[in-house]
């Protein structure tokens, strides 16, 4: 697994968040930062992938593992 550290763009997701189970589901959200590719944690374990562009979060966490 790819360590934040290892990353050049991190965004952290609190387990306890609405936002985390929003990502799990496959669904975007809203950030700011540059735009380009993150790697998405939670709790500061690597959990997927988000692209960021126009001020949205786009998913790319893989379809067979979402939750419904």
């Given at each position: 697994a790819l360590k934040?550290?290892?990353a050049v763009h991190?965004?952290?997701l609190d387990s306890a968040s609405d936002e985390a189970r929003?990502?799990?589901k496959g669904n975007t959200f809203p950030a700011e930062g540059?735009?380009?590719w993150y790697l998405i944690t939670v709790?500061?374990?690597s959990t997927g992938w988000g692209k960021l562009a126009g001020g949205i979060m786009k998913n790319h966490y893989p379809k067979g593992l979402r939750k419904s």
């Amino acid at each position: 697994a790819l360590k934040p550290t290892e990353a050049v763009h991190v965004w952290n997701l609190d387990s306890a968040s609405d936002e985390a189970r929003n990502y799990l589901k496959g669904n975007t959200f809203p950030a700011e930062g540059e735009k380009g590719w993150y790697l998405i944690t939670v709790d500061g374990y690597s959990t997927g992938w988000g692209k960021l562009a126009g001020g949205i979060m786009k998913n790319h966490y893989p379809k067979g593992l979402r939750k419904s």
